[in-house]
């Protein structure tokens, strides 16, 4: 597609209906706005089959309101703020219309109606203190288009718990693994299903849990095949790549 | 089905075909062969798409050959060996048919004859002594029956040429980006796709590489959406789950 | 016991009494109640000698108290609450029996009475600023019915305060070794002991401590046999294992 | 019993049987013998009730054979010698009755006919290449007069090879729980028996394993009650301990 | 120069103009003002060519004050004050000429009216959280006498924003990349330009950026040429170097 | 001395003045006073040549002041207190004589007029942000009955700072080398002067500093002879040893 | 001039000389050859201003041969081959112009006579075993046409031998600092001289030094002002870089 | 001294007995030798009351010989050589008296006659794998002069072996405390005599112990005073500073 640009702008250049010192300046015409503090890029939707991400931690209120409304008038709807506090979403709220999810910090701006869905996400969890990874997680799954089926407090120390749920997980398209402590879950859970799994080592534990490195060296070394890791608490990154892999077409 | 076969036995039992103690050895009845040394799983292929894959690294030539054998008395083919030193290869060579790659140190037995594909999967690399893991991950994914596309030093230190394949990698279903040092890789390809992008530090570099760290720290922190990452030097880990991915059908 | 009831269920499906979709209900029932914030598992105290654990931290008063509530329904007496901040004890011992001690911040729900016992507990601190994990261990393994010794402030780096008390250290039939900083007390016990010895290490000191993982490294080397370790503070994990083998019975 | 000695030293200065002097010199007197390279220990077996435990690794054949000699000419039988390496094994066992495995590079001098045992321990292994350490688990218990029942390759990516040894763990008094990579079976275990567990970190595995410290750190992070660590490789200390735990009698 | 000094101080000594021990005090005599909790070196500006800068953590307003006040009886002038907060900016700014910003937290002290430049600085940056150390690295190579270009944002996950900035990259003497999270930023720019690359790596991140590690790691493993780097966060120390190598002369 | 006592003790039993039991007892009589929260060792000054010091973090000010209330009346004087916060301070002064310092944390209770000394030992600085470190170190010292010279801010990136005071640092029979960041202090005096060097790394820096690790490797691998290092920040520890060394009389 | 040859481009098919095919095409053109194993950058020498360097670890002597082979056809001059063991430079030597030092393993093909320069580079190192790493990065900068003086063995540890070579140090316009074990030497150069300073840690050292991380920690956290710092042993960065910055001519 | 050496200089130029620029020259004049590969430094014996001590790992035997030639030809007699290998010990002694131990690596040139010595260091180890660490420390402290008695295989896991030496212990001046894995032996040492101990480190051990850190730590953060720590394995340093220690003369 990119190419097939390419080729047309060289073409009117031939035609003469675009001098070369114009196309060089199309070449290189960004595809984003500057608002100074941020570039925000309105192509991403269309490159990644997406819509921009806002990464609201580090962020004021105001530059977070400020990037949801240029986005917005671009013409982007269920814009994702990862990692925002509730502060903040109380003054983007003011401003825009905001779904706010004070668990997870996951705000989605100006949501779309649900499009039905065939397969699904799970997203399972070690414990109950994971719930705000799995929750990101789980909400920017949902804001991109996925159905999600939650398993929570299945951690392996009580495996009948997860063997209790086995039904659900064998049917997933893609499994989202959350654990800290141990992480052994991922483990457990690709040995037992034939999808992927996401598995997200998260903080939460103390002593030599080392804020998430036990978990997530855990899930690296995993000897069940199909088990790939994101960062540390990071569910925004797995909920992203569960989507775009639930959403895969068959290859033609 | 796991639950059909369930029912159906406690029909069995129902119908008096089965004891209740019969029906008791027959749940814990192991799906795997016992081998002394190693457990053989034959019914693994049945629920997780493919056959038994053999991790060859501490494991004898005697014990890989043995493996091999059993497995192929069940009607296993294209057994994947991984991590099998020549001197290993030229042994099982001489008892089974072997298909082997020295830069990899795969080994392929009883290779089917490939089954046509339509999607692909491309190989990426930072540079020339990532070769090894690349093919391991490459051969796996030919092995499981996937087309691979190989687009090989390609560091980010030299854009043009990464730049220059750019056409192979925005058509690909999922891309295996391996690199060591900065492992900077994963990111830029991951910002440029719109694709799964499996992320394989490896550990090719010295003295603050720290053995794949370095590259392996940089993949989990990647900005780009849809990266995770696999073990360090994981090449097989990377080709079944990009297999698994690139095999996906649509969901119905 | 578990094979027990297996095999009565199926006798039940033999008998006509139970279909096997019922039966295959049954099997996978879960022996735990839902809370929504988390699993409660009933049959715990059966399976392992010793009712449900509540860890505290991360959790509200009001998960707290819901748990406790739901387990003291079930009959569960003596139900430990670990880690509980002293603002969440005096919320539930609002609405539950509840005996807390600030120290430790370990708290005791619906206490029994205590059983008499023979054997007992050491608990052995290197210094005065262990005293909460210490605290944590021996209340812990007092709740599960055992006798503690409480032997702190022995440090190595005063050997006579530690010989001073050898005779009680001799009598224990298990020594839990709580130190921070050097870690060395596990084993200096450990090598005049002949019981199993349980090593704690603790977050207590500064600079190379690393928030213990100084003790740690130092127990987990230690040349004395029978010391093992638990994780970093893990002082009811300590507790937990102490009672496990102060209360075996002879082999039969 | 120590305290008994010494009254008896102090009645006969009382008695003036013995000098202050004398005694002086009696209370300092070394239980051990003075080889030079070595002090042997030989009332270790009374106080510790276990012989004196060689560990071979960094002593010379010569060395070992001598320390073996002088502790068989005070009458110990059973010498457990650990790490001994092949050739050091062939020197020993030219000058003393030896059993020695290779797998475990454990040898058992002047070994005792076996005392037939109520209760067993199990090892139990993740993988085929931690065997070296499962036996040198294994044999060292053994050797301390335990009957030892064996479940290797059960790792938790395949949970049904470890649920079909279900009851041959359930019925253990201690489990020790070998694992390399990324350690989960310790805490799988643990959740499933009612029984100490010593987990038992390997350094099998590559990459971000780092020589055992990915499992360490999931061994000691694990959620399952009644779980302590040792060692990475710590076959020995994981036998010893069993071996104290296993033969505990009931608390009189 | 300085031996010009030292042979001119002994030409006095020869010539009896000073005696040998007025010399020695004179050689000892230390370029520096002592305000007891600093030496202040007010000859640096004519050995370094700069004037002293003042790293404003952990001192006081008041001794920031002091310094500054002592530096500028000195004679000289634009005193660069660094991690100054705002509440210490405040404070200094009553007593003297005080141009501060909040975001980098640098305040330029008594500055002088700025020398036209030919060259120009680069100040790069991954995303708009690294913006104060970015600040600190121009406002550090301004205050030092040079043009500074800012392309802020530009991090590697969305090149064609990096791109769109490459004719000012290319023309720059200088590059300050700066990047948290997997600073990849460092290597991309290195492979682009021809001149020498400052790498600042920041503690911008979450989970295994590990307070910027992540950044340092992958920049040290650049494989570009011209590439090094300063400590994680350090804008001063890179603005005060480019600024050296931007103001080279060409040698002669 | 301790040898004369048993001595004593058993020509006692020896004449009948002491029963065997009395005299057990008396063995293990502890020279030290149990006040439940910790335990006294009056007799250390005896056998350690000092007063017992009381490490002040982590105590309340009611145990602190008990403490040194109990000590006093046990005839103790020039009681050091370490880091102890400026709130316990006042509490203690409100019941004992109290020398304390807000910089260094130290406090002296019952100072005792100093006794005048020959040697000196010299305290060097790298920065201003070690003084506290700096001036525990010196106060400790002084309290021990030591001369201590300052040589503060003399960091090795201005080495003419150092060289001014090479002459205080020539005659100094002990130098204790406090410095945070890159520690290189300690290798560069270590150098210059013959007598021992006590190396403290602080924990002062940012970025890559790790609270101290990068002053404490550096120090650890001086190439300087002579050079031996304490803790992070424990200026407590090198103030006591720098004493110990600088009282030595000459061996006879 | 990237730009002016794509204006070029355009104008030529705007002049019909040109399809727009052909110039997407020429567009994409890569500027290297690719050999298979590795893909050669022609046109490097002209964008960065120096020769392809080849970095010879993990390359096979013909691999190494081949790529010189490539540039040489198109060419090149002074290739730098770095890592070169003396097996693939008797290799190489065979088949082109070659000169190669044994101790730093650095070998130049093809070397042009040198032309005179006016300012030198400095190579300092703290010790003897060092030099390996000193002259990698000497003959680096050698090859790519700088004058070089070496100060070799002038650890701070003995300062009176850096301070006698102070003159050459305080006339280099770059100085490249090598040091292993405390890493200090480049914070004390970094005092003394005005120019910028690149730290080379090195992998000389034993226990604390972690293989140059305690060197590497040390330059980083480098008080002095002008130093930046390249990966641990890596000469050939340093001398590349310094070359750079040696020969920038004064800004227009 | 030093100033007086300057004084003298200075008058001499003053009274016209030497030119300002033979001065100048003078007031250079390296007290060291260069031997290209080395700068010797004959001055230090005076400087720091020892002869230069050569680090033989890394030097070639040619180098070794040719430092003592030179070394021996300025008069020194006691040269220390460390870390040589057997190799390089038998090249040199071809060449030079010399007195090699081959478990230290430890080697004398040209040995002076043993000086009768009152006080005496005692060097205490952990266990017989320390040796070769504990006799580089005793040899370099008796070549500097010192009586050494050696407390060897005292661990603290058999803590009556250590009581049994506690007469030889306390009577000691200095102390040096030889350990690995847990490295508990200073705290304990450290905790009973009156004289400063100087802790070493050693890399024995396996697993966690990780090459010496695990004892490192342990030694760092030791409770007892009077307690410092040098370099993993770094015999030499712990000898040579005891040796300062001892040698001490009561302060004047």
Known sequence: MEQMKT?????????GALSPEEAL??????PFEDLGYAKIDHHRGVRQGAAEVIFGQNKTPEQIAGIVASMHASGAGNIIITRMAPKAAAFVAKEAELDYDAVSRVG????????????????????????PVCEEAARTAEA????????????????????????????????????????????VIGGLVACPVIAVP????YGASFGGVSALLSMLNSCASGVSVVNIDNGFGAGYLASMINQMEAAT
């Open 7 to 15: 080729i047309e702008l060289l073409r009117r250049v031939q035609s």
């Open 25 to 30: 300046v199309s070449l290189k015409l960004q």
């Open 108 to 131: 989605i701006a100006y949501r779309q109606p649900d499009t039905p869905q065939a397969g699904f996400i799970v997203v399972a969890s070690g414990g109950t203190s994971d719930m």
């Open 144 to 187: 991109l288009g996925n159905r999600v089926e939650r398993v929570y407090d299945v951690g392996v120390a009580g495996l009948h718990r997860l063997l209790a749920r086995l039904d659900v997980l064998m049917r997933a398209r893609v499994v989202i693994a959350v654990a800290g402590m141990e992480g052994a879950l991922a483990s």
């Open 202 to 205: 998260t903080s939460v534990g």
